[in-house]
């Protein structure tokens, strides 16, 4: 009877654990994050920069009209396609007629200061002409005066010269005369001895030097000799110094009239003037209406009905014959992944699809610092000028051994951290948990993540999707993807 007893309480005891267990599990399966793994992969990473652009012609059309002349209508828009010979805008003609009048008010005030100038060349040529006539004159006249003054003081010099020779020869030639007499008187005188004087009578005493009059005649020839001479050198000098005064003259007088470039600027003014003149004529006789000069689209238009013309261009327009490039605009971001010779993929509105356009050029935008304007050149197509279109540029980096979707990256930057599915023993048996394992992220897009190597290791599963919240060390079951 115990026996019985003691089996049905073993019996009861089994089935409330087996109860226990089953309860204890499915609790367990409802509280454990189910999750999705994988292994890391080799993969590139690609970066994709997308926007809106509009198409554009490479060929280009400026439309001037002389400034200041109002507008009466402007007739079309931007973006607007035009035909050749098309009314762009029309301007008054009341307006055209008062730029005319005052064309010709400057044509004529324009030459008449030509005229002015001309008649004053023609006078001060003149002047220059008898400039050097006169200077040459008074070089000529220099130096004739100057060799008859110098002639005359050298004949004057010659003559005080002659008459001091000729007074110095006869008075050699009187003492001579007088010393062949003394010497004569000598020798009737013999007796007297030889050699003595008589002082007897005091006639024959020593007596002082007595200036005769004919040496004081003699020193006034010599003194009229160098006045002459000095007269000569003084008329040389007066000749030299009036010579080169007049061969100055001369050559001041020859020198060419300086460098003046008005007359030319005044023509080239008329010249314009003219052209201008030439210009509203024409725009008078169609009547004020500005025309497209070729097929296009409508790029720009800055007249304005009411307003008045500028000298900047008045219209633009896309030619049809040129070819097609995209305009865009991207930001500093995307600088990395796009440049000159990038691959673009294009869809137009009408869902035309180019594959093989290439950016031509990335420049920022001056008037929007940090956004950069991007042109690429589109081959021959169906998109159309003035054509919106969506454009994907693709750059791909890499391969990288170690990638993992971006969900399995968890932390901020430069303390990113994944979750590798992990076991562990427990009074279940082996369970599945998270494990914490800090990564070094070398390059990511919007997807996908690659990491440093060596961290992770090929058979490793990383948890890359969870039904709630995880951490290091929380129990996990893995589902099938």
């Not at 087996?18 to 994988?38: C, E, G, P, R």
């Not at 279940?428 to 070094?440: F, H, I, S």
Request: hydrophobic share 35%; with cysteine.
């Amino acid at each position: 009877m115990k026996r019985e007893k003691l089996l049905k309480w073993f019996a009861a005891f089994f089935a409330a654990m087996l109860v226990f267990t089953f309860l204890s599990k499915a609790a367990d399966s409802v509280s454990v994050a189910k999750v999705l793994a994988l292994a890391p992969q080799n993969q590139l990473i690609s970066h994709t920069v997308s926007g809106t652009g509009k198409i554009e012609s490479t060929k280009e059309t400026a439309v001037f009209v002389q400034e200041g002349i109002k507008i009466a209508q402007v007739h079309v828009k931007a973006g607007e396609a035009v035909k050749k010979g098309q009314p762009l805008m029309t301007l008054l003609e009341s307006s055209i007629q008062e730029s005319i009048d005052k064309k010709k008010d400057e044509i004529q005030e324009a030459s008449l200061k030509i005229s002015d100038i001309q008649s004053q060349k023609n006078i001060d040529a003149q002047k220059r002409e008898n400039s050097s006539r006169w200077a040459q004159q008074d070089l000529d006249t220099a130096l004739g005066n100057g060799d008859i003054n110098i002639s005359n003081a050298q004949n004057e010099l010659n003559i005080a010269q002659q008459r001091l020779a000729e007074y110095r020869q006869k008075k050699a030639e009187a003492q001579k005369q007088q010393e062949l007499e003394q010497q004569s008187q000598g020798s009737d005188f013999g007796d007297g001895g030889e050699g003595q004087t008589d002082f007897s009578d005091g006639s024959n005493l020593p007596q002082e030097p007595i200036i005769s009059e004919e040496d004081t005649q003699e020193q006034a020839l010599a003194d009229d000799v160098r006045a002459k001479t000095e007269a000569l050198n003084q008329v040389i000098m007066s000749r030299n110094q009036e010579v080169t005064t007049a061969d100055r003259a001369k050559q001041e007088a020859a020198l060419p009239a300086p460098q003046d470039s008005t007359e030319e600027t005044l023509q080239t003014q008329l010249d314009n003037l003219n052209e201008e003149l030439e210009k509203l004529n024409v725009l008078m006789q169609s009547k004020g209406e500005i025309t497209a000069p070729a097929d296009g689209v409508v790029k720009t238009v800055s007249a304005q009905t009411g307003g008045q013309t500028v000298q900047d261009a008045a219209a633009v327009l896309y030619e049809l014959t040129g070819g097609l490039s995209m305009t865009g605009t991207i930001t500093k971001d995307d600088l990395e992944y796009v440049s000159a010779g990038s691959s673009v993929h294009l869809e137009g509105n009408s869902k035309t699809v180019v594959e093989n356009a290439v950016v031509q050029s990335v420049q920022e935008d001056s008037a929007n610092p940090g956004t950069y304007i991007l042109t690429v050149d589109v081959p021959q197509s169906g998109l159309s000028v003035g054509e919106s279109v969506d454009f994907t540029v693709q750059k791909e980096e890499g391969p990288y051994a170690c990638c993992v979707p971006l969900s399995a990256l968890y932390g901020q930057k430069g303390q990113e951290y994944v979750l590798v599915l992990d076991t562990r023993d427990s009074v279940l048996g082996e369970v599945q948990v998270a494990r914490k394992v800090p990564v070094t992220v070398i390059e990511k897009n919007e997807t996908t993540a690659a990491l440093q190597e060596g961290t992770l290791s090929g058979s490793q599963k990383i948890i890359t999707e969870t039904d709630r919240e995880i951490a290091d060390g929380s129990r996990v079951r893995l589902q099938e993807s």
